[in-house]
């Protein structure tokens, strides 16, 4: 390895080291899917707010246990909305949902009662204190922390927010980021024919689609040639549109036509690193504009876009989301697996779990950085270290979800 290139470890703690966490603003719940908390809700009523009924029945009261076969008046109705009865001595009628009347305190369902005249009803089952009945606070009771700053708002949390009468969350900001693609031969309109040495740009839609799922707000997208001139003005109109970070794919290689580190050079920016011990995407550049707006410069490849965004960018984003770093989680590879030494591998990968309920993560084939397909097929991310070259199957490895805030498994300990 030479001395310029950079360990995975080494470059994003730089990476970090440059990033601030950004201010919280107040969202309301119906647009805040998929912002992080700033701070934790703490809940300002019981949920629910009121004793009810669990199903259609009879509410009724008594010291112990009230005997099947038990004669009682029906006192009255009580729908789902009704407000605050007082019972006496007898039944109630009673709707599921509907609140339990003041000196009640059981419900029978209806399938365990029989009616006789025009206001009776037969218990066919002994009735205990509390059947049936949902109480106040049950769910959530006042006081109670019910969401974390750092979760990340997905739809059921949202139902617990309206259920709570909570109109607005501190949530993060978005950091604001901008996608430049390089490269003369790529086509954007999916309509256009291909010309001979022309290819279509799969990486400009990809960051624009997976950036919002990793918490960022994608300002400006752009395609150019290699040019630096035109490089150069189109990172004019990113940072007019008011990015923060710009992801850049092409042109940081060492060949003729990779121009951004001189179009950097004449924008003033400082680079804080250049190539690091990874594959694929070891030409990855990182760099800090005027303005404190930082530039990830990733190959051109689509793996190596992948890569880059997952386990550089990302990392980044947690940062200014207020986000830890992220926890480690680990699974038994299904076969064995060997790779070249001195470079950190990120690997398409499959988790599968087996017959007996075991979880396992399978390397698959074709991981060629130009090959796309694996990676549609992938559900995760192997990674292997860089002082390691073979591992047999059962080895446990380092595996991370398509995005940092989409991994369905519990946390391991913190990265």
């Keep these: ?12 703690r730089i990476v970090r080291g440059a990033c601030a966490k950004l201010a919280a603003e107040e969202c309301p719940i119906g647009a805040c899917m ?3 908390l700033a701070e934790p809700v703490i809940s300002t009523v019981d949920l629910p707010p009121f004793d009810n009924s669990a199903m259609d029945g009879f509410a009724l009261s008594g010291r112990a246990i009230v005997p099947a076969g038990a004669e009682l008046d029906i006192e009255g109705e009580q729908a789902a909305g009704d407000g605050v009865s007082r019972a006496g001595i007898g039944a109630w009628e009673i709707m599921t949902g509907a609140r339990i009347p003041d000196g009640l305190d059981r419900v029978v369902p209806v399938e365990q009662t029989e009616r006789f005249g025009p206001s009776r009803v037969r218990l066919l089952a002994d009735v205990a204190p509390g059947q049936n009945v949902r109480t106040a606070g049950s769910d959530v009771a006042h006081g109670e922390n019910v969401l974390h700053a750092g979760t990340a708002l997905q739809a059921q949390h949202l139902m617990l927010l309206a259920a709570l009468g909570v109109a607005n969350v501190s949530v993060a900001q978005r950091p604001r980021i901008a996608v ?3 490269g003369r031969e790529l086509v954007d309109d999916p309509a256009q024919a291909l010309a001979p040495g022309q290819i279509r740009n799969s990486n400009g839609p990809f960051l624009a689609a997976r950036l919002p799922l990793a918490g960022a707000d994608v300002v400006h997208v752009e395609t150019v040639g290699d040019d630096v001139d035109a490089f150069e003005a189109a990172m004019r109109r990113a940072l007019e549109a008011g990015a923060k970070i710009v992801v850049t794919s092409g042109a940081v290689s060492m060949g003729r036509y990779d121009f951004v580190p001189q179009a950097l050079d004449r924008l003033g920016a400082q680079t804080l690193f250049h190539k690091v011990a990874i594959r694929p995407g070891k030409p990855l550049l990182f760099a800090r504009l005027p303005g404190d707006v930082l530039l990830f410069g990733l190959p051109g490849n689509p ?3 992948a890569v880059g965004l997952r386990f550089f960018v990302e990392p980044a984003l947690r940062v200014m989301l207020g986000l830890p770093a992220e926890a480690v989680r680990r699974a038994a590879l299904i076969k064995p697996y060997n790779k070249k030494p001195r470079l950190r ?6 988790l599968h779990v087996d017959a007996q309920g075991r979880l396992g993560v399978e390397v698959l084939e074709g991981q060629e950085s130009y090959r796309i397909r694996p990676l549609a097929d992938a559900n995760a991310w192997a990674v292997v270290p860089a002082d390691v070259d073979a591992l047999p199957a059962g080895a446990m490895v380092r595996v991370y979800g398509a995005g940092h805030l989409e991994f369905p498994l519990p946390d391991g300990s913190a990265a």
């Design 34 to 36: 998929g912002r992080v």
């Design 1 to 12: 390895m030479s001395q310029d290139t950079l360990t995975y470890e080494e470059a994003v």
């Design 303 to 305: 793996i190596a876009v």
């Design 345 to 350: 591998f990120h690997l398409k990968s499959r």
């Design 180 to 182: 430049i693609c390089t």
